[in-house]
């Protein structure tokens, strides 16, 4: 039989929060550019992007119904491919999801741009995001809220009702965190589209290209260890047993 440890997310909190934080930075950083850059378009908050696909229909506006829809599809075919590669790569998954994650936010930049119902340009980059959500997870197998703040702020929401109750999941404590660190990152890319326009896109590519440097770093000196897999067995994220 195959080990499975090796295909597991970081067990270590040491190796996950830090990752789990930067990340989330990221993803607030790209969306914030993509926001001003694109014509209020979401890179990561699909929640918005399915407003505005509402509005759109509603307003019988095929163009921008194309343009936000095609951008949800995606997203999710980022999220759906990136579950696939990270349990194919095995104790490689942190590098090569984040090499990933690094070189489509790059190729957005020198992708055609498409038509306004179609931007070709904008697709690479919402694949990075949506693939980013297959990267980590907390103890329970869950997928952490890293691209969209909504989950984050409704589990510390409802973390601290049950610490109340002394029954916290372990993973309530990273929630307000993550919240900050989108934030934090969305700040930092408003002002870098601002004063660099859509090539404010290289600096969360090269955030994610070191965050792989140090993955690689990791794999290749820690093999199997806490930092590097899970203690136990793999658990594909957002999985709750065999399909019947």
């Not at 914030?32 to 209020?40: D, R």
Request: net charge neutral; charged share 10%; hydrophobic share 50%.
């Amino acid at each position: 039989m195959a080990d499975k440890t090796d295909k597991s997310f970081p067990a270590s909190p040491t190796t996950r929060i830090p990752f789990a934080l930067a990340l989330s930075a990221l993803a607030g950083c790209a969306d914030s550019i993509g926001f001003l850059e694109f014509s209020q378009l979401f890179m990561s908050f699909m929640s918005g992007n399915t407003t505005r696909f509402g509005v759109s229909v509603s307003k019988f506006d095929w163009e921008s119904t194309a343009r936000v829809s095609s951008v949800i599809v995606m997203f999710c075919f980022g999220a759906f491919a990136g579950t696939l590669i990270a349990a194919w790569v095995g104790r490689w998954r942190l590098s090569v999801m984040l090499l990933l994650q690094a070189v489509l936010l790059a190729i957005g930049l020198v992708m055609p741009y498409g038509t306004f119902s179609w931007p070709l340009h904008v697709y690479p980059i919402v694949i990075a995001l949506g693939l980013q959500n297959a990267t980590l997870q907390d103890e329970a197998g869950r997928s952490l809220a890293l691209t969209y703040v909504t989950g984050a702020v409704v589990r510390f929401g409802t973390g601290l009702a049950n610490l109340l109750m002394g029954k916290v999941a372990p993973s309530f404590w990273i929630q307000a965190p993550l919240w900050g660190a989108l934030s934090t990152g969305a700040v930092t890319g408003g002002f870098l589209q601002t004063h660099y326009g859509e090539d404010a896109f290289l600096f969360p590519a090269a955030l994610a290209a070191l965050l792989a440097l140090i993955a690689i770093a990791l794999t290749v000196l820690k093999p199997g260890s806490a930092y590097v897999t899970g203690a136990e067995e793999y658990h594909p994220p957002d999985a709750r047993g065999p399909v019947k």
